[in-house]
């Protein structure tokens, strides 16, 4: 019934290992996002997908690369983990053109630590 | 360099009285505004918007007002409830570019009874 799942809610790690997590949206959006929250609190876009097609794509560590295999599904997949990475990661989804905020639905968030 | 800020990280209020969060913004380009909510373990929800060509938007108990020239608006409750509170973020977006809302930090409202 969720209208934007991210699995899985809570990761812990170690530093070095490769991760993914996974986003599935069921509202039928054409575009997809990724969203850091970092320390400081602040939500920072890294990444969104229009129909599988990368669209934006801020300053972030190649170590990141966003996969969308379908316009309803964009994973993250994370190299080499770092303690910096410890973050709220964020997905969430909306209908390109629509004037926002008519589409912008977030996930409920991955807590991710690295240790 | 940080584009939307909100300097009260905490905001404690009477349950009843007005609540106001504040948002400011330095980028002359964002033309919509938004305000979510958040509660723990659960992802932001919209809650008011306001296009830069208004300078009030009001939607039941939630007021935002936009202050151009000054780059702040505002968020006010009246009043204010137990249910209230959660974390507030202010949002902006540009017409011009792909579509992607940047945020502020956020501001805990607790609504004490």
């Not at chain 1, 809610?9 to 997590?21: A, C, E």
């Not at chain 1, 973050?87 to 004037?99: D, E, L």
């Not at chain 2, 039941?60 to 249910?83: D, E």
Request: charged share 20%; net charge positive; glycine share 6%.
């Amino acid at each position: 019934d969720t209208a934007v799942s991210q699995t899985p809610k809570y990761l812990v790690t170690q530093m070095g290992n490769d991760k993914s997590i996974k986003c599935e949206q069921n509202l039928g959006h054409d575009t997809m996002y990724w969203y850091k929250q970092d320390s400081k609190k602040f939500l920072k876009i890294m990444f969104s997908y229009n129909n599988k097609e990368l669209i934006i794509n801020e300053t972030v560590p190649n170590r990141f690369s966003p996969k969308s295999p379908d316009k309803a599904h964009l994973n993250l997949h994370i190299n080499s983990l770092e303690l910096g990475d410890s973050a709220v990661y964020f997905c969430a989804s909306s209908q390109q053109g629509a004037r926002l905020p008519d589409g912008y639905t977030f996930g409920s968030g991955t807590r991710l630590t690295v240790v | 360099d940080q584009q939307v800020k909100q300097n009260s990280p905490s905001l404690s209020v009477q349950e009843g009285r007005i609540s106001i969060l504040n948002c400011d913004y330095t980028n002359s380009m964002f033309d919509y505004f938004l305000w979510y909510k958040k509660y723990p373990a659960e992802g932001p929800t919209f809650l008011i918007s306001i296009s830069s060509i208004k300078d009030k938007n009001e939607d039941g108990r939630f007021t935002v007002f936009l202050n151009k020239s000054a780059k702040h608006l505002s968020l006010h409750i009246v009043p204010s409830q137990p249910g209230d509170s959660a974390v507030y973020f202010c949002a902006a977006s540009a017409s011009r570019g792909a579509q992607k809302l940047v945020f502020g930090q956020g501001t805990r409202l607790t609504i004490n009874p």
